[in-house]
């Protein structure tokens, strides 16, 4: 099984930046991309961006809007969340998953996920 552990989360001020990663430990042979999902206070989980294991192919959530990249190092089973210009609005737990998605990463499942790391954006 995959055990996925996030970390990067911090406090930073609106405009500020930080990077996320997620390790994994162990893959899951079946699972072909990892992203991640944000969930603020009261909100529903939301998608943030994925990343397909082998190509590269990426995806990402309108509210994005360019300033988050998310890259992989397949090496190291490990996903990063690069978020730049960051806003109160961002404000969330940040959680990884691996699962199973098409080349396009237009659908996927979600068969693990991460404990989250906290994300605050002052304002």
């Known amino acids: 099984q995959v055990q996925l552990v996030e970390s990067g989360g911090g406090l930073v001020q609106t405009g500020g930046s930080l990077t996320l990663s997620c390790a994994a430990s162990?893959?899951?042979?079946?699972?072909?991309?990892m992203g991640w999902f944000r969930q603020a206070p009261g909100k529903e989980r939301e998608f943030v961006a994925a990343?397909?294991?082998?190509?590269?192919?990426?995806r990402y959530a309108d509210f994005v809007r360019g300033r988050f990249t998310i890259s992989s190092d397949n090496a190291k089973l490990t996903v990063y969340l690069q978020m730049y210009s960051l806003k109160p609005e961002d404000t969330a737990v940040y959680y990884c998953?691996?699962?199973?998605?098409?080349?396009?990463?237009?659908?996927?499942?979600?068969?693990?996920w991460g404990q989250g790391t906290q994300v605050t954006v002052s304002s």
């Open positions: 990343i397909s294991w082998s190509g590269g192919k990426t």
């Open positions: 998953y691996s699962g199973v998605s098409t080349g396009h990463l237009a659908t996927m499942t979600y068969d693990y």
């Open positions: 162990g893959r899951d042979f079946s699972n072909n991309a």
